[in-house]
């Protein structure tokens, strides 16, 4: 039995036995995770279908089972073939920072380059495909007198600040996924 393009339909995949004449002796039936709640096959042609809306997240790959079998003594025509469903994942989670909020001082009139603070954040995307997942680290509030390396997420000064003149400053931090319009 073969997996292949489900003709008109680009999200489906057919299945064909060479058993099957098209004289409608054979259907196909589908078993393992998922099949009937989350997968259905048309019995008729082997196209194969998902009913729902797949997320990696909740699960990254499911494991099916097809098999070709006589409509009328349901006895198998063909083996089962065993097959793995792998879900492709899309950027459709945030970025979240792992122990913030972070707080951080800095002495008044600090030299510039002082290291402020080094935060991180993670992304439950897969980071093995596309961009969905690389975090970008940018400073939001706190210009000129703060930067962030937007990949490592050192912030640094970059301008010496007189608290009198500058009382209370402060600045936020952002982390962003790295998108592309390729992704």
């Not at 800095?106 to 603070?117: A, K, N, Q």
């Not at 937007?150 to 007189?162: E, F, N, V």
Request: proline share 6%; glycine share 8%; aromatic share 8%.
């Amino acid at each position: 039995m073969m997996l292949g393009g489900g003709g008109m339909d680009p999200d489906a995949q057919r299945l064909h036995s060479d058993v099957d004449k098209g004289d409608g002796k054979v259907k196909y039936v589908l078993s393992g995770e998922g099949a009937t709640s989350i997968f259905t096959i048309d019995e008729n042609t082997g196209d194969i279908h998902a009913t729902k809306r797949l997320d990696r997240e909740a699960q990254a790959y499911y494991t099916l089972q097809a098999q070709a079998v006589d409509r009328i003594t349901n006895l198998p025509v063909e083996p089962k073939s065993e097959f793995v469903v792998k879900v492709q994942d899309i950027n459709d989670n945030e970025p979240k920072f792992l122990d913030g909020p972070y707080l951080a001082g800095v002495p008044e009139m600090s030299p510039l380059g002082t290291m402020v603070v080094q935060v991180a954040a993670t992304d439950a995307d897969d980071p093995t495909y596309g961009n969905s997942a690389r975090v970008v680290y940018s400073i939001i509030h706190g210009q000129p007198y703060f930067s962030v390396e937007p990949k490592t997420a050192h912030a640094w000064t970059i301008a010496s600040a007189d608290f009198d003149k500058v009382p209370g400053l402060k600045y936020t931090l952002s982390s962003t996924v790295q998108y592309c319009a390729s992704d």
